[in-house]
Structure formats: C-alpha cells, structure tokens
C-alpha cells in the first residue's frame, strides 16, 4: 500500500513535469520524455533553477518518492 | 499551419540533446546504471505508469529488450520490445557523445543535426513508437 502511494505521487509529480516539459521544449521532446520518463526526470532536474518554471517543489517531492521505491523495494527483496 | 507542422516535424531533437553536456552525460549515466541494474538483477527505474495503473507506457519492456539484445537475443528481444536495436543504437550514439573528444563529437552531432532536419527521423521513430504502444495495448502483437 505504502509503495502504491509512492508511486501514485511519484506518478503526479512525473506527470507535472512532463507537462512543463511538453510546454517547453516542445512536442517531440515530450513524446521523449512520456516514452522515456528518465529524460523527463533529468530535464527537471537540469531546469530546476529556472524560476518559471517551478519545478523544485515537484521534483523534490518525485526524487524522494523514487528514493522511498528504492527503500521499498530492497527491503521488499530481503523479506521474500 | 503547413509551416508549422515541417518546423515541429523536422527539428532537430536528438542532436540538441547531444549538444548539451549534462544532458548527454546524464543520460549516458542513466542508461548505462538502468541496463547495468537490469543485467545484475536488481530492481531499477520502475515506470510510473505501470506502477499505479498497471498499464505499460510505451517505453515500458526496452531495458529488457535491450539487455536481451546486448547477450545476443535478438528475435527474445524484438519480441519484447520491437525498438529494443533503435534506442540501443541511440544509447550507443549517447555514450559515444559523452567519451568521444570535443572536435569528433561536433563533428558527429552536427552529422546527426543535418540527419533530422532532412528526413525528421526522430518524429518518424517516435510517431512509429507510440502506435506500436496502442498495438501492444490491443493485443494485436
């Protein structure tokens, strides 16, 4: 349950930087970043000072969910 | 509008990516821990979307395919994930862009630059990409 919710807010916050990213950079970059949801989590990170953007709040929230999946899933692995 | 269209359709995406130096190194570092963690057996970048809805995106399976691939798998690989040799090839360019030194890679972004703006292959792959994604998801393959 915990990691769906992680997930599901990670899953919010990817999606609101991939409509900055689409915003942006244009169409195909955003297609890039749907397909490849790594791009879209580099392109926030890269363009986390850019203050139009606002983008530090979101991608802090998505790292640390990605953080707590990692958490998750190791002790996930270690329990079965 | 038709304008508008040839300038979307054509513009250059994976050259720009590879003129910028975090970009391309960042990815490069990306990729190569995501296939690395996948070929160890331990559990990576998990996709969002398949995570809270069940459903695969449409990039969903390509690190398997590509692990697939890089242990000489081809026809497990392309039925994994059809475009498994494209991104591994783009991956390859990537990481090429990240090593090779400052005059070769201008010389080979630039290649790749003039590549898009004449045939738009990276709307081309990412159009194709996205309806083998609704193929997939019908079950038609």
Redesign the interface.
């Known amino acids: 349950m915990l990691s ?1 919710l992680g ?2 807010i ?2 919010i916050a ?1 999606i609101v930087v991939l409509v900055k990213l689409f915003q942006k950079e ?4 955003g ?2 970043g ?6 879209t ?3 926030g ?2 363009h986390l000072k850019d203050e139009s953007l606002k983008l530090k709040t979101w991608m802090y929230i998505w790292t640390g969910c ?1 953080v707590l ?2 958490i998750l ?2 002790i996930a ?1 270690k329990s079965s | 509008m038709e304008s508008k269209f040839r300038q ?1 359709w054509f ?1 250059p ?1 994976f050259s720009s990516i590879l003129s910028d130096p ?2 391309r190194i ?2 490069a570092v ?2 190569l821990l ?1 296939v690395g963690l996948h070929m160890a057996g331990l ?1 990576g ?5 398949k ?2 809805f069940g459903i695969p ?3 969903c399976g ?1 690190t398997a395919a590509m692990d697939e691939l890089l242990h000489g798998q081809l026809l497990a690989s392309l039925r994994t994930h059809a475009f498994a040799p494209i991104f591994l090839l783009a991956f390859l360019v990537i990481l090429a862009a990240a090593l090779l030194p400052a005059s070769l890679r201008n010389k080979m972004v630039a290649g790749i630059d003039r590549f898009e703006r004449r045939t738009g292959m ?2 081309w792959v ?1 159009t194709a ?2 309806l083998y994604w609704g193929i997939r998801l019908f079950g038609l393959v």
């Open positions: 769906w997930s599901a990670a899953w990817g244009g169409i195909l970059k297609i890039l749907l397909i490849c949801m790594i791009y989590f580099i392109w990170w890269m990605i999946g990692i899933n190791v692995q | 979307t513009k995406v975090a970009e960042a990815l990306f990729g995501q559990p970048w998990a996709c969002p979307f995570a809270v995106c449409p990039g390509l990276t709307a990412l990409l996205i």
